[in-house]
């Protein structure tokens, strides 16, 4: 059994923090006696997140951000630093996707998922890459999807950005792996959060897959439970997983078989 004190006094980042699961981790952190830095571009969400935790007894600092902008990624990132010395575990939780077909994806459309769900990413780990590895100790947990793995229609773009999460992370662990520096990937199939507000304009989606939808909750004690231990991936639920072994090794079965399912977005 994972120890549940493992957290306490340590310092978590986490980007994307004002709602869905990382609000839900946020949560949790803070139970388990763990100082927060968090980061999202609602300002007010935050706020009223730090009022509600301090009530465990921990420090709580809030910023606003958008990671999309590496310039405020850099000033924010320098002033936590600057306050709290140094971070334990910096989530990164920040991302949107749009699910459209590939001709009909804008390219300001296009730009903006990389450079929240990618170039933003890798700008916040380059912030706190240079500590953990000086200190020798440090965990990253990127937030990918099953789409890292399972590409389907009308996610090209989603689905893009997600595999280059994975590929970043998977080099970045062989860098860090003989420094007590982790680095995890967490591929949660569909979650029940405002994520699809966005995603699935059209509620077709969520109508056809809804009672297969994880929740936040869940989710994020998954992610809590492994921090700072040497796990290399958080594959949610354990049958979707299954499902993107077999299409390793049989694609285009997989891919032919799974049609109709595919296309339900």
Known sequence: MLSTDRLKGKNIVITGASGGIG???ARLCATRGANLVLLARSIDKLKSMKQDLTKYGVRVDVHRLDVADTDAVQAVFSKVLADIGHVDVLVNNAGFGVFRHAHEAPVD????MFDVNVIGLMACTGMVLHGMRSRRIGHIINVA?????????KSSVYAATKHAVLGYSN???MELSDLDVYVTTVNPGPIATDFFNIADEQG???KNIKRFMLQPEYVAKQVVDRMLTPVREINLPRWMNAGSIIYSLFPRTFERLGKRAFNQK
């Open 23 to 25: 609000a839900e981790i």
């Open 109 to 112: 459309e296009i730009k903006s």
């Open 145 to 153: 999807s099953q789409a890292a793995k399972i590409a389907t229609p």
């Open 171 to 173: 080099s970045l662990r």
């Open 204 to 206: 077709t989606y969520v």
